[in-house]
């Protein structure tokens, strides 16, 4: 069935580095892909969604590209910030179009000065 | 943004009572979703509802687990009777149409005791 592998547990970087958290994806089909952030105490909020027109989408400096002949859709932002950490989720929209998401285990990106 | 509201935020209960989780979703929002994370694990597709319906449900939801939205009002998750094994953050997700993003709550923390 379909799923998704994430960059697993906590990445940890220094503040002004580049991020990369690593998704890859296994789907019969041409899925969606998403990214959903999540900040302590808050609910999971939609950060990046793939095109069906292979755009680059991109928000708050954040972009990731949709690469099918790999099956991954990266995350990466140029610079990191202090307030980006938080938890991190891969995401693939159910092939069957049912809108059911199935997430990856998450990954926690903590920025430090 | 557009917010989900679940209620309540914590609720500790007695193994085999009843609990029912409420969720308040975005206002015009067609398509509703139950998903389930026990701590340290992904989020995981309870079930999904649309027009006084379930359309899909998951192996995770037992046939204790119930849902509805009387006259549109909160798009509630009853378990009758709960088990050690329901302990989880319950987050309730809604969407316009599909496939689309989901908007989700932040979450109930349900312990059973």
């Known amino acids: 069935g379909d799923s998704v592998t994430q960059t697993e547990g906590l990445v940890t970087l220094t503040e002004g580095l580049p991020v990369m958290l690593n998704c890859t994806y296994q789907?019969?089909?041409?899925?969606?892909l998403f990214w959903y952030v999540q900040h302590l105490n808050e609910a999971p909020k939609l950060l990046l969604k793939?095109?069906?027109?292979?755009k680059r989408p991109e928000h708050q400096g954040f972009h990731a590209t949709l690469h099918k002949s790999s099956s991954s859709f990266h995350l990466q932002k140029s610079s990191a910030q202090l307030s980006d950490s938080a938890l991190y989720y891969c995401a693939l929209s159910d092939t069957g179009n049912t809108g059911k998401l199935i997430f990856g285990l998450g990954t926690t990106l903590q920025v430090q000065p | 943004g557009p917010k989900v509201l679940q209620i309540p935020s914590h609720q500790i209960i007695d193994m085999g009572q009843m609990v029912t989780l409420n969720c308040d979703p975005v206002?015009?929002?067609?398509?509703f979703y139950w998903y389930k994370q026990i701590l340290g694990q992904q989020m995981e597709f309870l079930v999904n509802?649309?027009?006084?319906?379930?359309?899909?449900k998951s192996k995770l939801f037992k046939d204790q687990f119930s849902v509805e939205r009387p006259d549109g009002s909160y798009f509630t998750l009853k378990i009758q009777p709960t088990a050690l094994e329901d302990s989880a953050v319950y987050f309730c997700a809604s969407s316009l149409r599909q496939p689309e993003t989901l908007y989700f709550g932040s979450g109930t923390r349900l312990t059973v005791l």
């Open positions: 206002s015009n929002h067609l398509y």
């Open positions: 789907s019969t089909y041409s899925p969606f």
């Open positions: 509802f649309y027009n006084g319906k379930v359309m899909e």
């Open positions: 793939s095109f069906t027109d292979n």
